[in-house]
């Protein structure tokens, strides 16, 4: 119940195309659903989160995309770049304060 | 505005010698921080759970006499590797938040080598 299960582990694309990183969670208490990028050696930086209230919230070129019934949610990153070739972990949490609950990872690659 | 600096960025030590990670929340009153382990090209576990002025809540099969946390202030909390050994070389991130707030902040993280 409390997994996160994210798909596919790795991806590429050429650039100026649109991956799309795939989440789906059990726990219906989870109430915010953020996503970070992380390069390697780095930290994980937030890239665009969003609470159960809303079906889509676009932040640039990240947007995600919730479906609360389905208990799914999803990063789409238009107009990819070479920049954007990261490790991405979606993630979700109850409650203010709740623990992070990571998905395991996709590994981007966008080729010139 | 919400950053977390954690030191040092890297750090070597001998087996058997003791490692203090410092994490601090630089603008803003971190209640309740994490501490994660990362391996190589896996997901981040999280270890432990500190509240300011609690004992920390450690995850199952997280051994807290060997990782020692303490969240003496609102901004900083620091974790201690006692006796470290070679498979305790890990990446170590801390995250802190906020009563109050939805987000988490992470800190760049510790590579830590035990040689």
């Known amino acids: 119940q409390q997994q996160v299960k994210q798909s596919p582990q790795s991806l590429i694309v050429q650039k100026g195309g649109i991956p799309i990183i795939n989440c789906a969670y059990e726990?219906?208490?989870?109430?915010?659903f953020p996503w970070y990028q992380q390069f390697p050696g780095k930290g994980p930086a937030l890239l665009i989160a969003?609470?159960?209230?809303?079906s889509e919230k676009k932040e640039g070129r990240f947007t995600i995309s919730f479906n609360k019934s389905a208990k799914q949610f999803s990063l789409h990153i238009m107009d990819s770049q070479p920049g954007d070739s990261a490790t991405y972990f979606c993630?979700?949490?109850?409650?203010?304060?709740?623990?992070?609950?990571f998905g395991k990872g996709t590994k981007l690659s966008v080729k010139p | 505005g919400a950053v977390v600096s954690q030191h040092p960025s890297r750090v070597i030590c001998k087996s058997g010698t003791s490692v203090k990670i410092e994490c601090r929340s630089l603008?803003?009153?971190?209640?309740?921080m994490f501490w994660y382990r990362q391996f190589p090209k896996q997901s981040l576990m999280l270890m432990a759970t500190?509240?300011?002025?609690?004992?920390?809540?450690?995850e199952q099969g997280v051994e807290k006499d060997k990782f020692l946390i303490n969240h003496a202030s609102l901004t900083l909390s620091t974790l201690t590797v006692t006796s470290a050994h070679p498979e305790d070389s890990s990446f170590y991130i801390c995250?802190?938040?906020?009563?109050?707030?939805?987000?988490?902040?992470f800190g760049s993280g510790t590579r830590l080598t035990v040689v």
């Open positions: 995250s802190a938040t906020r009563q109050g707030w939805y987000g988490y902040t």
């Open positions: 726990n219906t208490a989870f109430d915010y």
């Open positions: 969003i609470r159960p209230d809303v």
């Open positions: 993630a979700a949490a109850g409650g203010s304060q709740g623990n992070l609950i």
């Open positions: 603008d803003f009153q971190a209640t309740t």
């Open positions: 500190s509240n300011e002025g609690s004992k920390a809540t450690y």
